[in-house]
């Protein structure tokens, strides 16, 4: 009924920047929030950033500064802006939205398929 589908990774240089879209689509009433996961290889998914419909965000202290969230409600869309990437930023980049369709009260967690941000020095 969901679906989120990410764009934007790819290879950049260290001190880099890139944009991370991902759009929702489907039977959707509200999206409460929205947000960004990462994965590195041998590392568990962590999160980097989120935001509420009202405009509240929270950020990993290890992009603090460097990494901004933004949303636009009207096209279901979150927004990571990642700029003076590290090596350590290299990972799988996924979008997760808590999701309230049409048809159901309760709100359910649904996932991107990731995209792969690979940083270089």
């Known amino acids: 009924q969901v679906q989120l589908v990410e764009s934007g990774g790819g290879l950049v240089q260290a001190g880099g920047s890139l944009r991370l879209s991902c759009a929702a689509s489907?039977?959707?009433?509200?999206?409460?929030?929205m947000g960004w996961y990462r994965q590195a290889p041998g590392k568990q998914r962590e999160l980097v950033a989120d935001?509420?419909?009202?405009?509240?965000?929270n950020y990993a202290d290890s992009v603090k500064g460097r990494f901004t969230i933004d949303r636009d409600n009207a096209k279901n869309t979150v927004y990571l802006q990642m700029n003076s990437l590290k090596p350590e930023d290299t990972a799988v980049y996924y979008c997760?939205?808590?999701?309230?369709?049409?048809?159901?009260?309760?709100?359910?967690?649904?996932w991107g398929q990731g995209t792969q941000v690979t940083v270089s020095s």
């Open positions: 489907g039977s959707i009433f509200s999206i409460p929030a």
């Open positions: 997760a939205a808590d999701v309230r369709v049409t048809w159901f009260i309760k709100s359910s967690r649904y």
């Open positions: 935001i509420t419909s009202g405009g509240s965000t």
